[in-house]
């Protein structure tokens, strides 16, 4: 799928691209090396292409600065695991993601994050967003 990019691809943007599990699955093996990642999923209808199956694939991503998940049907168990993976995030985009609750938070926290979109997450509660 990306062989001939796979060492030198840094940036991916796949936006509105009705990414699948299945296919970050199968391509995240070959781009080690990246970055930037936008999956986000614009169109209400398309949200459920992209669950934990694939967001828990994005964490042999070790070197992911950068991510967008918004508009995706991922839940706490992604994010957890992606902390835990992936080190150096900075910036996190879960724009419309109504999976995700508190659990989210706590795991946000510890990363250093530069820039966070929340917004549009109906399962965050007041004493959550505290934390941050």
């Known amino acids: 799928m990306f062989r001939q990019l796979k060492s030198t691809l840094r940036s991916l943007s796949l936006r509105d691209s009705r990414v699948t599990d299945a296919f970050l699955v199968a391509a995240v093996s070959e781009l080690t090396n ?12 398309d949200k459920g292409l992209v669950t934990d199956v694939g967001g828990l694939a994005l964490t042999d991503l070790k070197q992911l600065k950068w991510l967008n998940m918004s508009m995706t049907m991922i839940t706490d168990e992604t994010i957890i695991a992606l902390q835990k993976s992936c080190p150096n995030m900075e ?4 724009y419309g993601c109504p999976s995700l609750t508190d659990a989210t938070i706590q795991a946000l926290v510890l990363w250093k994050l ?17 934390i941050l």
């Open 34 to 45: 990246l970055r930037y990642l936008n999956i986000s999923q614009g169109a209400s209808a």
């Open 91 to 94: 910036h996190l985009e879960l």
């Open 114 to 130: 530069q820039e966070l979109d929340l917004s549009n997450n109906e399962n965050f509660t007041a004493p959550g967003i505290k």
